[in-house]
C-alpha cells in the first residue's frame, strides 16, 4: 500500500516536473521542437544555426507551459538559466544572433530572417497581438532597429527594437566593476533570466562560465508581464543569419515554473564545444610543438631550420595554376600581402562586407596604400573564368571607378588588391549621424561621378559590366571627396557558384530590381534600377527600406512616389541637409531616382540617358503614373533568396 501511494506521489511528481519545471545538462535524447538549421550534435549540444547564410533557426519545449492561474491573472514567477557559446565565421563578424523565447506558438515559418531574429517579419513587427517576449544576444549592429551596438543584450517585448539593452558583460560581485564580455569569442557563458510575478521585475543576468550568478543583473526592468503573457506559452531558443553566419549552440538549460531559482545546471557534465582553430593558431600550434624537442636535440638544429621553412613556405603558401601564367603580372606574393596588412591585423580592417573583409595595408617596397580584400571561396568551379574577368576588369580606367590593381590565390581565398580610398565609403556620410553630414553640391558632385562609373562599365569598353551591387556602402570617396565605385564584378564569384552558401541572387534588398527577384536574369538596367535607389538614398539621406518608420515610409521609393503624386516630392530630402540644397537639382534628382526604379525594366533609360539628363543635356521624360506598388520590394522582403 505504501509502495503504491508512493509511486502514485512519484508519478504525480513526474507529471509535474515535466511540465513546470526541467533540467537538461546537454541535449542528447532530449525531445525539443525543432525547425530550420537547428538540430541537436552527436556531443549533445543545441545546435541553433550552423554555416548556412540567410536562415532561421528554432527550438522550443515541445509543450506549452502554463504561465498563469486563470486568463485574467498575474503571470507566475519562473526562471530559467543557460549555458552558450557563439562560433563566429570571422572572429569580428557577428550576425543576428539568438534570443530566448516565450511564444504563444512553436510556428516561426512567416518570420524573417536577419535582425528580425527569426521572431517577427515586416508586417507583424511591433504588433502587441504578437505575444513574444525575448532576450536577444545580438552580435550585429543594425542602426535600423536602434541596435545600440554589436555585442549586446537585449528586452524584446512584440518587437526587435528592444525595449532596453546593455553592452554585454557583467557587474563584478568582488570589485563592483563592469566588464565587459564578448559574446562572439566562442567562450560558454551563463545565462540568468527571472522574473518575479509580486513585484512584477524582469531581470537578465549574464557571466563567464563558472562565475556565480553576480548578484547585480545586467538588465534590470518592472513589467507587467500579464497583458503579454497569455495562458499557455512555449519557451525556447531562436537564431537568425544573414549576410554571414555564425553557429549558436546552447550547452544546458534549466526553467522552473513559479519559483525564483531555476535548478542549477550540473557545469560539469555539460557537452563539449568544437574545437576550431583558425588557421594561424594551428600555424602557431605546429611551431609549440616542435620548438621544445627541436631545442633539446641539439643536433637536430639544421633539421628545425628546414622545420621552420616549411612552416614558413606554409604560412605564405598559394594556389598557382597552369591557366594563371598569363596573369602573373597582375599576381601579389601573399608575404607581401601579408607585410602590406601587418598580418592581416584586426588593427587594419577596414570592414567587412557579404563578400569578405576588406584592409588596409601598405606595400612594403612601394610604400603605396592599398586595400586589400580576403574573398573565401571554396570550389575551384569558376575561379579561371572569374580571375580572368578580375584581371580584365583590372584594366578599366575611369576616375569614378575604383582601380583594382591585382590578385593572389590561397587555398580556399582570393586576394583582390584596389586602390586605397581614404575617405572610406559613402553610407558612412550618409547615415552615420556620428559623422558631418554631406551638402547638397558634394551629393550632386557624387551623383553624377557614380553616374558617369556606371556608363563607363555598361558603355565604354569592349564588354559589357554589369556592376550588380550599386548602393551607397560600395560608393568609395577618394581624397577630393569624388564617388567611385567599388566592388564591382565580385558578385559574380557568387553566381558562378564559387563561393560557398551563395543565394542565387546576389545584391543588397531594397536595390534588387523586381525581375531578379523573379527570374535572376541580370542585365544593364538592373543595375540602372539599383542606381535609382541610390539616388534617393543620396537625396533623402536615409536607406531604402527602414522597417522601424511607420509603414508608408518604409520603402523609400514608396514613400518618394507617393509624395510625387502629391506634388511634394522635395518634402523627402534628407532633413540633415536644412536649406542648403537647389530645388532645381533636388527634384531632379528624385524624380530621376523614380525613373530609373521603374518596375518595368524597359520603361528605365540607360546610363548614357541618365548622365545626359544629369548634366542637363537632355530634359527628364515625364514621369508616368503606376498603378499598385512601385518598387516591387514588398515581395523581396518577404521571399528569401531560396
Ligand atoms: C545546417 O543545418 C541544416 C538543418 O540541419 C542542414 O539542412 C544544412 O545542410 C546545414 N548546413 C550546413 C552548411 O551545415
Ligand atoms: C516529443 O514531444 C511531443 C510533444 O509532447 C510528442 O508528441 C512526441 O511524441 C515526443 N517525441 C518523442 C520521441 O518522445
Ligand atoms: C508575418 O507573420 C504573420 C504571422 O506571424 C503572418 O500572418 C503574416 O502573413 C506574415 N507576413 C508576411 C508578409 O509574411
Ligand atoms: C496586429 O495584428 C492583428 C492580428 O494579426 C491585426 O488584426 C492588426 O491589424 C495588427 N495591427 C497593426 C497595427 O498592424
Ligand atoms: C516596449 O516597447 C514597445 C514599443 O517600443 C512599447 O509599445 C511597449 O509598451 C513597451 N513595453 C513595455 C512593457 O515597456
Ligand atoms: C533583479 O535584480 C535586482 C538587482 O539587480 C535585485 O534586487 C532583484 O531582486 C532581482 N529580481 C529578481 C526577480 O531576480
Ligand atoms: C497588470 O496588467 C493587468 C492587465 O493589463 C492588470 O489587470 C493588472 O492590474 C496589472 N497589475 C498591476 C500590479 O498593475
Ligand atoms: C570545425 O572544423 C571542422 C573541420 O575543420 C568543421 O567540419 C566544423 O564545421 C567546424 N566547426 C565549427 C563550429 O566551426
Same mark, same amino acid.
Not at 259 to 273: F, R, V
Not at 303 to 317: H, P, Q, S, T
Given at each position: 500500500?505504501?509502495?503504491?501511494?508512493?509511486?502514485?506521489?512519484?508519478?504525480?511528481?513526474?507529471?509535474?516536473?515535466?511540465?513546470?519545471?526541467?533540467?537538461?545538462?546537454? $541535449?542528447?535524447?532530449?525531445?525539443?521542437?525543432?525547425?530550420?538549421?537547428?538540430?541537436?550534435?552527436?556531443?549533445?549540444?543545441?545546435?541553433?544555426?550552423?554555416?548556412?547564410?540567410?536562415?532561421?533557426?528554432?527550438?522550443?519545449?515541445?509543450?506549452?507551459?502554463?504561465?498563469?492561474?486563470?486568463?485574467?491573472?498575474?503571470?507566475?514567477?519562473?526562471?530559467?538559466?543557460?549555458?552558450?557559446?557563439?562560433?563566429? #565565421?570571422?572572429?569580428?563578424?557577428?550576425?543576428?544572433?539568438?534570443?530566448?523565447?516565450?511564444?504563444?506558438?512553436?510556428?516561426?515559418?512567416?518570420?524573417?530572417?536577419?535582425?528580425?531574429?527569426?521572431?517577427?517579419?515586416?508586417?507583424?513587427?511591433?504588433?502587441?497581438?504578437?505575444?513574444?517576449?525575448?532576450?536577444?544576444?545580438?552580435?550585429?549592429?543594425?542602426? #535600423?532597429?536602434?541596435?545600440? %551596438?554589436?555585442?549586446?543584450?537585449?528586452? %524584446?517585448?512584440?518587437? +526587435?527594437?528592444?525595449?532596453?539593452?546593455?553592452?554585454?558583460?557583467?557587474?563584478?560581485?568582488?570589485?563592483?566593476?563592469?566588464?565587459?564580455?564578448?559574446?562572439?569569442?566562442?567562450?560558454?557563458?551563463?545565462?540568468?533570466?527571472?522574473?518575479?510575478?509580486?513585484?512584477?521585475?524582469?531581470?537578465?543576468?549574464?557571466?563567464?562560465?563558472?562565475?556565480?550568478?553576480?548578484?547585480?543583473?545586467?538588465?534590470?526592468?518592472?513589467?507587467?508581464?500579464?497583458?503579454?503573457?497569455?495562458?499557455?506559452?512555449?519557451?525556447?531558443?531562436?537564431?537568425?543569419? *544573414?549576410?554571414?553566419?555564425?553557429?549558436?549552440?546552447?550547452?544546458?538549460?534549466?526553467?522552473?515554473?513559479?519559483?525564483?531559482?531555476?535548478?542549477?545546471?550540473?557545469?560539469?557534465?555539460? /557537452? /563539449?564545444?568544437?574545437?576550431?582553430?583558425?588557421?594561424?593558431?594551428?600555424?602557431?600550434?605546429?611551431?609549440?610543438?616542435?620548438?621544445?624537442?627541436?631545442?633539446?636535440?641539439?643536433?637536430?638544429?639544421?633539421?628545425?631550420?628546414?622545420?621552420?621553412?616549411?612552416?614558413?613556405?606554409?604560412?605564405?603558401?598559394?594556389?598557382?595554376? %597552369?591557366?594563371?601564367?598569363?596573369?602573373?603580372?597582375?599576381?601579389?606574393?601573399?608575404?607581401?600581402?601579408?607585410?602590406?596588412?601587418? *598580418?592581416?591585423?584586426?588593427?587594419?580592417?577596414?570592414?567587412?562586407?557579404? $563578400?569578405?573583409?576588406?584592409?588596409?595595408?601598405?606595400?612594403?617596397?612601394?610604400? +603605396?596604400?592599398?586595400?586589400?580584400?580576403?574573398?573565401?571561396?571554396?570550389?575551384?568551379?569558376?575561379?579561371?573564368?572569374?580571375?580572368? #574577368?578580375?584581371?580584365?576588369?583590372?584594366?578599366?580606367?575611369?576616375?569614378?571607378?575604383?582601380?583594382?590593381?591585382?590578385?593572389?590565390?590561397?587555398?580556399?581565398?582570393?586576394?583582390?588588391?584596389?586602390?586605397?580610398? =581614404?575617405?572610406?565609403?559613402?553610407?558612412?556620410?550618409?547615415?552615420?549621424?556620428?559623422? =558631418?553630414?554631406?551638402?547638397?553640391?558634394?551629393?550632386?558632385?557624387?551623383?553624377?561621378?557614380?553616374?558617369?562609373?556606371?556608363?563607363?562599365?555598361?558603355?565604354?569598353?569592349?564588354?559589357?559590366?554589369?556592376?550588380?551591387?550599386?548602393?551607397?556602402?560600395?560608393?568609395? !570617396?577618394?581624397?577630393?571627396?569624388?564617388?567611385?565605385?567599388?566592388? $564591382?564584378?565580385?558578385?559574380?564569384?557568387?553566381?558562378?557558384?564559387?563561393?560557398?552558401?551563395?543565394?542565387?541572387? +546576389?545584391?543588397?534588398?531594397?536595390?534588387?530590381? /523586381?525581375?531578379?527577384?523573379?527570374?535572376?536574369?541580370?542585365?544593364?538596367?538592373?543595375?540602372?534600377?539599383?542606381?535609382?535607389?541610390? !539616388?534617393?538614398?543620396?537625396?533623402?539621406?536615409?536607406?531604402?527600406?527602414?522597417?522601424?518608420?511607420?509603414?508608408?515610409?518604409?520603402?523609400? +521609393?514608396?514613400?518618394?512616389?507617393?509624395?510625387?503624386?502629391?506634388?511634394?516630392?522635395?518634402?523627402?530630402?534628407?532633413?540633415?541637409?536644412?536649406?542648403?540644397?537647389?530645388?532645381?537639382?533636388?527634384?531632379?534628382?528624385?524624380?530621376?531616382?523614380?525613373?530609373?526604379?521603374?518596375?518595368? =525594366?524597359?520603361?528605365?533609360?540607360?546610363?548614357?540617358?541618365?548622365?545626359?539628363?544629369?548634366?542637363?543635356?537632355?530634359?527628364? /521624360?515625364?514621369?508616368?503614373?503606376?498603378?499598385?506598388? $512601385?518598387?516591387?520590394?514588398?515581395?523581396?522582403?518577404?521571399?528569401?533568396?531560396?
Amino acid at each position: 500500500m505504501l509502495l503504491k501511494i508512493s509511486f502514485w506521489a512519484l508519478l504525480l511528481k513526474l507529471a509535474l516536473s515535466a511540465t513546470d519545471e526541467f533540467t537538461f545538462n546537454g $541535449f542528447r535524447d532530449v525531445n525539443l521542437s525543432m525547425d530550420g538549421l537547428a538540430g541537436i550534435t552527436s556531443d549533445g549540444l543545441l545546435r541553433l544555426s550552423n554555416a548556412t547564410m540567410h536562415a532561421n533557426g528554432h527550438a522550443f519545449f515541445p509543450v506549452p507551459l502554463r504561465f498563469k492561474r486563470s486568463l485574467a491573472d498575474n503571470v507566475f514567477s519562473f526562471s530559467t538559466t543557460f549555458v552558450f557559446a557563439i562560433f563566429p #565565421e570571422h572572429p569580428l563578424l557577428g550576425t543576428s544572433g539568438f534570443t530566448f523565447v516565450i511564444s504563444p506558438s512553436k510556428d516561426f515559418t512567416q518570420a524573417s530572417e536577419n535582425y528580425f531574429l527569426g521572431l517577427f517579419n515586416r508586417t507583424n513587427n511591433g504588433n502587441a497581438s504578437n505575444h513574444i517576449l525575448a532576450v536577444e544576444f545580438d552580435t550585429w549592429y543594425s542602426p #535600423e532597429v536602434k541596435d545600440i %551596438d554589436n555585442n549586446h543584450v537585449g528586452i %524584446d517585448i512584440n518587437s +526587435v527594437i528592444s525595449n532596453k539593452s546593455h553592452h554585454a558583460g557583467f557587474t563584478s560581485d568582488d570589485d563592483g566593476k563592469f566588464q565587459n564580455l564578448i559574446l562572439l569569442s566562442s567562450q560558454p557563458m551563463q545565462v540568468w533570466i527571472d522574473y518575479d510575478g509580486i513585484d512584477m521585475q524582469f531581470n537578465v543576468t549574464l557571466a563567464p562560465l563558472w562565475t556565480p550568478k553576480p548578484k547585480t543583473a545586467l538588465l534590470s526592468s518592472t513589467i507587467n508581464l500579464s497583458s503579454i503573457i497569455l495562458h499557455h506559452m512555449y519557451v525556447g531558443f531562436s537564431a537568425s543569419v *544573414g549576410t554571414s553566419y555564425s553557429y549558436h549552440y546552447i550547452l544546458g538549460w534549466s526553467f522552473k515554473m513559479n519559483g525564483i531559482n531555476a535548478p542549477d545546471l550540473d557545469l560539469s557534465s555539460l /557537452p /563539449p564545444l568544437p574545437q576550431n582553430l583558425t588557421s594561424l593558431e594551428k600555424h602557431d600550434k605546429i611551431l609549440s610543438l616542435w620548438m621544445p624537442l627541436a631545442i633539446s636535440l641539439f643536433v637536430l638544429i639544421n633539421a628545425v631550420g628546414v622545420i621552420i621553412m616549411v612552416v614558413r613556405k606554409k604560412k605564405f603558401a598559394e594556389f598557382h595554376e %597552369d591557366w594563371e601564367l598569363e596573369f602573373e603580372s597582375n599576381r601579389f606574393s601573399y608575404e607581401q600581402l601579408y607585410k602590406a596588412t601587418g *598580418g592581416f591585423n584586426d588593427k587594419y580592417l577596414l570592414g567587412i562586407g557579404g $563578400f569578405g573583409s576588406v584592409y588596409r595595408g601598405l606595400l612594403p617596397a612601394s610604400k +603605396v596604400e592599398v586595400a586589400v580584400k580576403k574573398v573565401s571561396h571554396e570550389s575551384k568551379q569558376g575561379v579561371r573564368e572569374f580571375v580572368a #574577368e578580375i584581371v580584365s576588369l583590372g584594366k578599366l580606367r575611369h576616375r569614378n571607378v575604383v582601380q583594382l590593381l591585382g590578385y593572389c590565390r590561397r587555398k580556399g581565398e582570393l586576394i583582390l588588391v584596389y586602390e586605397y580610398m =581614404p575617405n572610406g565609403s559613402l553610407d558612412n556620410f550618409l547615415f552615420n549621424q556620428g559623422k =558631418p553630414t554631406l551638402n547638397w553640391s558634394m551629393r550632386f558632385q557624387i551623383i553624377k561621378g557614380v553616374a558617369s562609373g556606371l556608363q563607363y562599365l555598361h558603355e565604354g569598353w569592349d564588354q559589357v559590366v554589369i556592376h550588380r551591387d550599386i548602393k551607397a556602402s560600395n560608393v568609395l !570617396l577618394d581624397s577630393d571627396m569624388n564617388g567611385r565605385l567599388g566592388d $564591382f564584378g565580385l558578385a559574380r564569384l557568387y553566381e558562378h557558384g564559387a563561393a560557398p552558401q551563395t543565394t542565387n541572387v +546576389v545584391g543588397t534588398l531594397g536595390f534588387l530590381a /523586381p525581375e531578379l527577384a523573379r527570374a535572376c536574369k541580370v542585365t544593364t538596367s538592373s543595375d540602372v534600377f539599383a542606381f535609382g535607389a541610390f !539616388l534617393l538614398e543620396v537625396a533623402c539621406g536615409r536607406r531604402a527600406i527602414e522597417p522601424n518608420k511607420q509603414e508608408m515610409e518604409q520603402v523609400l +521609393v514608396d514613400w518618394v512616389f507617393a509624395n510625387w503624386k502629391k506634388g511634394m516630392i522635395h518634402e523627402t530630402r534628407d532633413p540633415r541637409l536644412g536649406e542648403d540644397y537647389v530645388l532645381q537639382e533636388l527634384e531632379l534628382v528624385l524624380k530621376l531616382g523614380l525613373f530609373c526604379s521603374h518596375p518595368l =525594366p524597359s520603361a528605365r533609360p540607360s546610363m548614357r540617358q541618365v548622365t545626359q539628363i544629369l548634366n542637363e543635356v537632355a530634359p527628364l /521624360p515625364p514621369l508616368l503614373p503606376y498603378q499598385c506598388h $512601385f518598387s516591387g520590394i514588398d515581395s523581396q522582403l518577404h521571399n528569401k533568396p531560396e
